[in-house]
């Protein structure tokens, strides 16, 4: 039972094109994120998102853009893709609340390389 | 402002050997703690957390931290090391707002184990 699922996982494209990254969730939570990380694996939240509402917005270029369709789901697109973006992103979710026993739950990451 | 420090890069330990990764960590009030681990290719996985309480926590496949507020650190601790643990470890603030948490982390530590 997959727990946090995003796909593809695998994600290879030419730079100035635009791309998604899928992200579901079975776990019954009302938050879910996005972070990034970079080729020196440094993580860094990109994204927050409750009951569908932008929560967290760090400083990302306005070419990223979070859609949550329901609670269960949040994907990634990207315009204009720059050889910069490209990094393992990964989705996670947890459940809200002032964060106590707010768990992280991560999704298996996808890796995209911009030529 | 927040953030987490992990002085090692890259760690390497006999199997059978005892291992400590180190964190120390900048918040302005009690905060709540994590390591996680990403092994090859993987998403990241919770060893353990802290909230409050007991200031040793265990946590999943023998690892346990000890929170010591005096010295801001967060250590990692596992008494014997097995093959299987190689992987980068990542040490993590939870920073909070009312929807839910951002994970801050440090720029993780690989772990290598040698035979």
């Known amino acids: 039972d997959t727990a946090v699922s995003q796909t593809p996982k695998y994600l290879v494209t030419q730079m100035g094109n635009d791309k998604s990254i899928k992200c579901e969730q079975n776990?019954?939570?009302?938050?879910m994120y996005w972070y990034k990380q970079d080729s020196k694996k440094f993580l860094k939240i990109m994204f927050s998102y409750n009951n569908k509402e932008l929560i967290i917005n760090e400083t990302v270029p306005n070419r990223f853009s979070p859609k949550s369709p329901d609670k269960a789901h949040l994907n990634l697109h990207i315009n204009s893709l720059e050889l910069g973006d490209s990094a393992v992103y990964f989705c996670?979710?947890?459940?809200?609340?002032?964060?106590?026993?707010?768990?992280?739950?991560f999704g298996p990451g996808t890796r995209l390389t911009v030529l | 402002a927040q953030s987490v420090t992990q002085p090692d890069i890259h760690i390497t330990v006999s199997e059978g050997a005892s291992l400590e990764l180190r964190c120390n960590y900048s918040?302005?009030?009690?905060?709540?703690l994590f390591w996680y681990v990403q092994s090859p290719g993987q998403g990241l996985q919770l060893l353990l957390k802290y909230f409050s309480g007991d200031t040793l926590v265990q946590g999943i496949k023998g690892f346990e931290a000890e929170f010591k507020r005096s010295q801001s650190s967060f250590n990692l601790r596992k008494p014997s090391v097995h093959w299987s643990d190689a992987a980068e470890y990542f040490c993590a603030v939870g920073s909070y707002n009312q929807a839910g948490t951002a994970l801050i982390f440090g720029k993780g530590t690989t772990l290598s184990v040698s035979s």
């Open positions: 776990l019954g939570h009302d938050t």
């Open positions: 918040y302005g009030a009690t905060p709540y």
């Open positions: 996670a979710s947890s459940h809200a609340g002032g964060g106590r026993g707010n768990e992280q739950f």
